[in-house]
């Protein structure tokens, strides 16, 4: 029988003499690059046939495949960072990524708390830093074609070491602020140690008239009795092909809660993937997505319980005006020997026109006996009672229609411990309002 070839986009061939080019270039180990691309090759670009991917076909969005940005001067570099405006009025230890490159002259490394370490990733792949070894926490997260990408191509990024409680948020700030088109591989590690609890934030701006194409990967290790706070906004550019992974491996008796909100890009994907690793761990994961024109947004999660007595809570709301397309899939993995546990997911979207496009895929695969799972999906338009007995009292109908949404999202928002980010993001959806009124 002949060997079928398959045939290559002119996307794929584009990345493959891109990493021809790029692979002795970059820092670190070309073994391991060269790995993750050839598992990458093995499948290509993902379609609408693999079933991870059936509702976000990137074949088809990657139409051309952007160079991957330089570093950008000093003087493009605090001009892009003064016009970052997302959770810019929250007190920060900002750690500042310029064009997909991490710009330690922003950062004051001398008046960083005791409890904190920054390592710049470049430099770690270039002096096989020991930390090195904490890469990937989530192995099956590797078999990703998103993520692989990213391990083929990541060029710069920070590792952080948190060794205790840190009471200043850190501002994880990425801005792609060219002027043409740029792709971008940014990768973050942060080892959370024992008893240690930190409040992360994380921003993606863009400039709204190129079509960057950013792959940010964002790893955390949470130990035993940690607290991780994470709140990330998606507000890139209305032309920009958003990819983006979050990767945790939590330990024993760990707090770890997690947001993302969804108003830029004109597509975006938005992963996650959570290894619950220790006992009697709380997760939970929020997702906030506002939609219009012809926007395509997916968020994807993975939870695996692999310990007894974990609690997991995924809630997700989607507002979808216009022609805009939204997406969640999401799957809780239990294995037989994480008896006790309680997962519970519910994803529900309003569509405020009759353009609008919801896909909604939640999955639970259980393999133990002594479990409380559940999840659920809802999809619908604005109650037309409750519409009516506000505008019956004198609101216009958008107003009437604002206030709904707010009261839809806000249950989404509420559990944001930061009380200021917590006000940020609902400034962020009454913006979208706005913008939409």
Same mark, same amino acid.
């Given at each position: 029988?002949?060997?079928?070839?398959?045939?290559?986009?002119?996307?794929?061939?584009?990345?493959?003499?891109?990493? #021809?080019?790029?692979?002795?270039?970059? $820092?670190?180990?070309?073994?391991?690059? @060269?790995?993750?691309?050839?598992?990458?090759?093995?499948?290509?670009?993902?379609?609408?046939?693999?079933?991870?991917?059936?509702?976000?076909?990137?074949? %088809?969005?990657?139409?051309?495949?952007?160079?991957?940005?330089?570093?950008?001067? @000093?003087?493009?570099?605090?001009?892009?960072? @003064?016009?970052?405006?997302?959770?810019?009025?929250?007190?920060?230890?900002?750690?500042?990524?310029? +064009?997909?490159?991490?710009?330690?002259?922003?950062?004051?490394? !001398?008046?960083?708390?005791?409890?904190?370490?920054?390592?710049?990733?470049?430099? %770690?792949?270039?002096?096989?830093?020991?930390?090195?070894?904490?890469?990937?926490?989530? $192995?099956?997260?590797?078999?990703?074609?998103?993520?692989?990408? /990213?391990?083929?191509?990541?060029?710069?990024?920070?590792?952080?070491?948190?060794?205790?409680?840190?009471?200043?948020?850190?501002?994880? !700030?990425?801005?792609?602020?060219?002027?043409?088109?740029? %792709?971008?591989?940014?990768?973050?590690?942060?080892?959370?140690?024992?008893?240690?609890?930190?409040?992360?934030? #994380?921003?993606?701006?863009?400039?709204?008239?190129?079509?960057?194409?950013?792959?940010?990967?964002?790893?955390? &290790?949470?130990?035993?009795?940690?607290?991780?706070?994470?709140? !990330?906004?998606?507000?890139?550019?209305?032309?920009?092909?958003?990819?983006?992974?979050?990767?945790?491996?939590?330990?024993?008796?760990?707090?770890? +809660?997690?947001?993302?909100?969804?108003?830029?890009?004109?597509?975006?994907?938005?992963?996650?993937?959570?290894?619950?690793?220790?006992?009697? =761990?709380?997760?939970?994961?929020?997702?906030?997505?506002?939609?219009?024109?012809?926007?395509?947004?997916?968020?994807?999660?993975?939870?695996?319980?692999?310990?007894?007595?974990?609690?997991?809570?995924?809630?997700?709301?989607?507002? &979808?005006?216009?022609?805009? =397309?939204?997406?969640?899939?999401?799957?809780? &993995?239990?294995?037989?020997?994480?008896?006790?546990?309680?997962?519970?997911?519910?994803?529900?979207?309003?569509?405020?026109?009759?353009?609008?496009?919801?896909? /909604?895929?939640?999955?639970?695969?259980?393999?133990?006996?002594?479990?409380?799972?559940?999840?659920?999906?809802?999809?619908?338009?604005?109650?037309?009672?409750?519409?009516?007995?506000?505008?019956?009292?004198?609101? $216009?109908?958008?107003?009437? #229609?604002?206030?709904?949404?707010? @009261?839809?999202?806000?249950?989404?928002?509420?559990?944001? #411990? +930061?009380?200021?980010?917590?006000?940020?993001?609902?400034?962020?959806?009454?913006?979208?309002?706005?913008?939409?009124?």
């Amino acid at each position: 029988m002949a060997d079928v070839t398959l045939m290559k986009t002119p996307a794929e061939t584009a990345l493959a003499q891109a990493f #021809e080019s790029a692979k002795t270039l970059l $820092p670190g180990n070309v073994e391991s690059r @060269a790995q993750a691309f050839e598992k990458f090759t093995a499948r290509g670009l993902p379609h609408r046939r693999v079933e991870e991917f059936k509702y976000t076909d990137l074949r %088809a969005a990657f139409r051309e495949v952007a160079p991957f940005a330089g570093v950008p001067t @000093a003087e493009e570099a605090k001009a892009a960072l @003064a016009g970052a405006k997302t959770l810019a009025g929250i007190e920060a230890l900002q750690v500042p990524f310029v +064009n997909g490159h991490f710009m330690r002259e922003a950062v004051d490394f !001398r008046a960083l708390p005791e409890n904190l370490e920054i390592v710049p990733l470049r430099e %770690a792949l270039a002096n096989d830093h020991e930390w090195l070894a904490h890469l990937s926490p989530v $192995p099956w997260a590797a078999e990703n074609p998103v993520y692989q990408l /990213n391990t083929s191509f990541m060029a710069d990024g920070v590792m952080i070491r948190v060794a205790g409680p840190v009471e200043v948020p850190v501002h994880l !700030r990425f801005v792609t602020a060219a002027e043409t088109a740029v %792709a971008t591989a940014t990768r973050v590690l942060v080892v959370v140690e024992e008893g240690a609890s930190v409040t992360l934030l #994380e921003t993606h701006e863009s400039t709204d008239g190129a079509g960057h194409q950013p792959n940010d990967v964002v790893e955390l &290790i949470a130990g035993d009795r940690t607290n991780v706070q994470h709140v !990330r906004v998606n507000a890139e550019g209305g032309k920009t092909l958003a990819l983006s992974t979050l990767a945790a491996r939590i330990g024993a008796e760990a707090v770890f +809660n997690s947001i993302n909100v969804v108003a830029g890009a004109a597509t975006s994907r938005h992963q996650v993937f959570a290894l619950l690793n220790g006992e009697n =761990t709380n997760l939970r994961v929020n997702g906030v997505t506002m939609l219009k024109g012809l926007q395509h947004a997916d968020s994807t999660l993975v939870v695996e319980h692999n310990a007894l007595h974990c609690e997991s809570r995924e809630l997700f709301k989607t507002v &979808i005006d216009d022609e805009a =397309t939204g997406v969640f899939q999401g799957k809780i &993995i239990v294995p037989h020997h994480a008896q006790k546990t309680d997962g519970r997911m519910m994803s529900a979207a309003i569509l405020l026109g009759e353009g609008g496009t919801m896909n /909604n895929k939640p999955e639970l695969e259980i393999f133990a006996d002594d479990v409380q799972c559940a999840h659920g999906a809802t999809c619908g338009q604005l109650d037309d009672d409750l519409l009516f007995y506000l505008m019956a009292r004198g609101l $216009p109908r958008k107003e009437a #229609e604002s206030l709904l949404i707010q @009261a839809f999202l806000g249950e989404a928002l509420e559990f944001v #411990e +930061n009380e200021t980010a917590r006000e940020a993001l609902i400034g962020t959806v009454e913006g979208w309002l706005r913008a939409r009124s």
